[in-house]
Nanobody, 126 residues
Framework: QVQLVESGGGLAQSGGSLRLSCAAS????????MGWFRQAPGKEREFVAA????????LYFDSVTGRFTISRDNAKKTVYLQMNSLKPEDTADYYC???????????????????WGQGTQVTVSS
């Protein structure tokens, strides 16, 4: 049974930091691109960041570039999202997702991902 379990969400002040983690089980982790997505109330789910299976290739949504960093530890089967300089507009439920891929190109479209976590809430106060 595949499980992706996010943690690390919570309340932060504008300008603050949070670190999200996503622990995977039931998959051969190093065969998957891992992505972070977010969904604010009343809005569609949007791409935040992704990292390829080896960690060599990463991609970020424009609004988080320079503030967020995605990383992974294949030995621990965990992907991370370090979020710095948080803004109120970063408030959303954050989801990690896994896409089976052995390449360098990372996917930004949610429909291409095979497995999803349940999400963790991030609230940034102004």
């Amino acid at each position: 049974q595949v499980q992706l379990v996010e943690s690390g969400g919570g309340l932060a002040q504008s300008g603050g930091s949070l670190r999200l983690s996503c622990a995977a089980s039931g998959i051969t982790f190093n065969r998957y691109t891992m992505g972070w997505f977010r969904q604010a109330p009343g809005k569609e789910r949007e791409f935040v960041a992704a990292i390829n299976w080896s960690g060599v290739s990463t991609l970020y949504f424009d609004s988080v570039t320079g503030r967020f960093t995605i990383s992974r530890d294949n030995a621990k089967k965990t992907v991370y999202l370090q979020m710095n300089s948080l803004k109120p507009e970063d408030t959303a439920d954050y989801y990690c997702a896994a896409e089976m891929s052995s390449g360098l190109i990372v996917e930004t479209r949610p429909r291409e991902y095979d497995f999803w976590g349940q999400g963790t809430q991030v609230t940034v106060s102004s």
